[in-house]
């Protein structure tokens, strides 16, 4: 087969995407894999299909008899699950590979036609140990996914070892591979929570989080840009049966756990103003510093604390008791004494708000029962209307920003909003909205959900992002934008606030000379489980009859 050599970088002229030569065994393809050429369609073009029929791994039945059957339960009908590949008019090449020790090594024909395709890169979703090919000879950079953080752990099985020791995160890269080892340049990374009782749940997550990360390596082969690893973990290796044993017994325990403190233990929520300090660095708030809020009568907690555009008031989220639902109310900023509800029905919290031409436009997340909406208040009560461009969107904790003629809106999206952040932008306030093409622009659970507005000290812009990798809501990550435009993002941490005697902040704003923000202590309840499965009934209502009560209840003035 001769495929006709094409530009630098594999591109053809007038296409900006990259020419790839995909790597697979017995042409199939896993779930995650095939959501990842999905993802990367718009920077990937697949030209030529390289197949092993011989990819054979050497396993120990016995001693690892248990976690052999561990990953039958849990990899079945997940995104692990393999599935032949469409190949439809691509061309395919089918091979044994060459073997070297414990090494596999491509034929000298496969080598030929894929630096003839004139491929930019290789996609590597097939074979095991590979020999690199001389690139002196044109053979394009191999990319390779590993599930693990190479900082801590490297090796196999993806995600156990981190579950076992009680991890808090776990990550994904993806390398350049070469023929040492786990020495290849890392490309492109994220990071994913782990889920410390349930082995299945943390390999759904490190599967579903790769989905975006073969873009990014993409475009760092285009950029030259590399991941700095500076140091690398251990290698982990299958799991004997007694390793096994003790993982089955810790994920039990840490579930009975979870069920207890799910049935008899509550997270009271408070707001309080604290006095200014400077963004940079590692903060530590002590609570006892915080002047705190009385929980108006009729609520059960107050939370996600913001400033009204005339910094008079702080609006929050109160849960109302009888129907656990959320709704947004006002305090006076001066003694934080509660003055009136001003959206309820279905489900508000996080009341950003924004000025635009004098008026102050309220968006607040409705994602349980409204597609992103702003809200404005009039002489007839309080209107809605839905962001253009996003009407099938259900986002979580909305955050705005004007910068350089354009609006900006960060937010999480249902389903993924403790792990990935989105960006959007518009023209104007109204709409239309346009999805970043480097979305999800973060995908790390320490980070990525929106804790505050965006905040400028410094000569930079800072975004607040709430790290719930551990707990939900349990401090904040600070993070300095350094690149923000239609195309680019990126920023870099360089800090994070926490209190002192409760967890917290989970939600952070400057007010005045002070911040406002949010915490929650832990305290022994008998009746929690009812309060959840309260909330969980009132949240899981109907969206025509979410709809109908909120339409009833912003009518009018409360």
């Avoid at 029929?53 to 990953?71: G, S």
């Avoid at 009782?197 to 989905?211: D, G, K, N, V």
Wanted: charged content about 25%; hydrophobic content about 40%; some cysteine.
């Amino acid at each position: 087969m001769h495929i006709d050599a094409q530009t630098t970088l594999g591109r053809n002229p007038g296409d900006p995407r990259m020419k790839a030569v995909l790597l697979l065994d017995d042409i199939s393809i896993a779930g995650w894999q095939r959501r990842a050429l999905e993802h990367a369609s718009r920077e990937v073009e697949i030209t030529l299909v390289i197949s092993c029929r011989n990819t054979r791994t050497r396993k120990r039945v016995f001693r690892h008899a248990l976690y052999y059957l561990t990953a039958l339960a849990t990899l079945r009908g997940g995104l692990a699950k393999r599935e032949r590949f469409e190949v439809g008019r691509i061309p395919v090449i089918e091979f044994d590979a060459e073997a070297e020790g414990g090494w596999q090594r491509l034929p000298g024909h496969i080598e030929e036609a894929v630096v003839a395709s004139g491929a930019g890169v290789v996609v590597k979703f097939g074979m095991s140990l590979l020999r690199v090919p001389d690139a002196n000879r044109g053979f394009p950079p191999i990319l390779s996914f590993h599930h693990g953080d190479p900082r801590e752990f490297r090796g196999r099985p993806a995600g156990f070892f981190e579950v076992l020791q009680g991890a808090a995160t776990s990550g994904v890269i993806v390398q350049s591979i070469t023929n040492r080892l786990d020495g290849g340049a890392v490309l492109a990374e994220c990071r994913v929570r782990v889920t410390p009782w349930s082995y299945r749940r943390t390999l759904q997550a490190l599967y579903e989080r790769s989905e975006s990360l073969l873009s990014g390596a993409v475009r760092s082969v285009v950029s030259g840009a590399r991941i700095e690893v500076r140091s690398l973990g251990p290698v982990f290796t299958l799991p004997g049966n007694m390793t096994v044993l003790r993982f089955w017994l810790l994920l039990a325990v840490r579930q009975a756990r979870r069920l207890a403190y799910g049935a008899f233990v509550e997270k009271r929520w408070s707001i309080g103003l604290h006095p200014s300090f400077v963004l940079d660095g590692e903060a530590t708030l002590d609570v006892g510093s915080i002047q705190r809020a009385a929980v108006p009568s009729g609520y059960s907690f107050l939370a996600d604390p913001f400033p009204g555009s005339d910094q008079s008031v702080v609006r929050a989220e109160g849960l109302s008791r009888r129907t656990r639902l959320g709704e947004i109310v006002e305090l006076d900023v001066r003694d934080l004494e509660f003055r009136r509800a001003v959206l309820r029905g279905g489900h508000f919290s996080y009341p950003f708000s924004v000025v635009v031409d004098e008026r102050e436009l309220l968006v607040p997340e409705v994602a349980g029962h409204l597609p992103a909406s702003w809200f404005e208040e009039t002489v007839d009560g309080w209107v809605s209307r839905p962001f253009e461009g996003l009407e099938d969107r259900r986002i979580v904790d909305p955050t705005i920003l004007f910068h350089l003629d354009r609006w900006y809106l960060f937010c999480g999206l249902v389903g993924s909003e403790g792990d990935e952040l989105h960006l959007f932008h518009a023209p104007r306030i109204e709409g239309p909205f346009h999805t970043h093409p480097r979305n999800p622009i973060v995908v790390d659970p320490t980070r990525a959900r929106m804790g505050g507005s965006l905040v400028s000290e410094g000569g930079r812009l800072l975004r607040l992002g709430q790290d719930c990798s551990r707990a939900y809501g349990d401090g904040l990550t600070i993070c300095s934008i350094e690149s923000l435009s239609p195309t680019e993002y990126r920023e870099t941490v360089v800090g994070s606030v926490r209190c002192r005697g409760a967890k917290g902040p989970h939600t952070l704003n400057r007010i005045g000379d002070d911040f406002v923000l949010d915490f929650y202590l832990e305290r022994p309840a008998s009746f929690a489980w009812l309060g959840r499965l309260r909330a969980k009934w009132a949240r899981s209502m109907p969206d025509d009859e979410a709809r109908g009560t909120q339409r009833a209840a912003i009518a009018t003035h409360s």
